[in-house]
T-cell receptor, first 113, second 117 residues
Framework: AQSVTQLDSHVSVSEGTPVLLRCNYS??????LFWYVQHPNKGLQLLLK??????LVKGINGFEAEFKKSETSFHLTKPSAHMSDAAEYFC???????????FGTGTSLTVIP | NAGVMQNPRHLVRRRGQEARLRCSPM?????VYWYRQLPEEGLKFMVY????????ESGMPKERFSAEFPKEGPSILRIQQVVRGDSAAYFC???????????????FGDGTRLSIL
């Protein structure tokens, strides 16, 4: 069975400081992993995806994530937070067929001016 | 190139009424997925459809909920005899045809917020 665990429900950082949003996954096969961002009352926007190519994945808006098989982790990072980064972030693993996405419970990112 | 379009954005119904949520996938996409998001939770998969076919409905409640994706027109998620617990945000996603697999991202609409009075 596939699942993801987002270790922090809320993260608060100061503007200009690094962001780290943690995600651990469980999968019976080599997974595809995604990070999505959701701004208030909006849909989900794809930030980046990992599909067994390079383990360090670069996404939009300066975000990147590193796939670590030994740690079953796929943490999302950004060197310098911007006010516009304040949103809900979801770590997602795909079923092997691609029919279903399994979502983490989300991490709410607050950026303090 | 329009994204996934959902309407209405907000829907209010009284208990016992029917709710119809519509989703038009991105141009060129023939796979549609419906998800439900309860407050403070992630999205939960409900159903996966292709044109005129339900492929996977393992996440759909057994009663009152149904979904379709006709040959022409948008996909419809229908909830009959709504109850307070149906209040949630319902999201639709789409992906292109072709090789199905685990590495295809899904593109999401802005959701329909359903409130049951």
């Amino acid at each position: 069975a596939q699942s993801v665990t987002q270790l922090d429900s809320h993260v608060s950082v100061s503007e200009g400081t690094p962001v780290l949003l943690r995600c651990n996954y469980s999968s019976s096969y080599s997974p595809s992993l995604f990070w999505y961002v959701q701004h208030p009352n909006k849909g989900l926007q794809l930030l980046l995806k990992y599909t067994s190519a390079a383990t360090l994945v670069k996404g939009i808006n300066g975000f990147e994530a590193e796939f670590k098989k030994s740690e079953t982790s796929f943490h999302l990072t950004k060197p310098s937070a911007h006010m516009s980064d304040a949103a809900e972030y979801f770590c997602v693993v795909s079923s092997i067929t691609g029919n279903q996405f399994y979502f983490g419970t989300g991490t709410s990112l607050t950026v303090i001016p | 190139n329009a994204g996934v379009m959902q309407n209405p954005r907000h829907l209010v119904r009284r208990r016992g009424q029917e709710a119809r949520l519509r989703c038009s996938p991105m141009k060129g996409h023939s796979h549609v997925y419906w998800y439900r998001q309860l407050p403070e939770e992630g999205l939960k998969f409900m159903v996966y459809l292709q044109k005129e076919n339900i492929i996977d409905e393992s996440g759909m409640p057994k009663e009152r909920f149904s979904a379709e994706f006709p040959k022409e027109g948008p996909s419809i998620l229908r909830i009959q005899q709504v109850v307070r617990g149906d209040s949630a945000a319902y999201f639709c996603a789409s992906s292109p045809p072709g090789v199905r697999g685990w590495n295809q991202p899904q593109h999401f609409g802005d959701g329909t917020r359903l409130s049951i009075l």
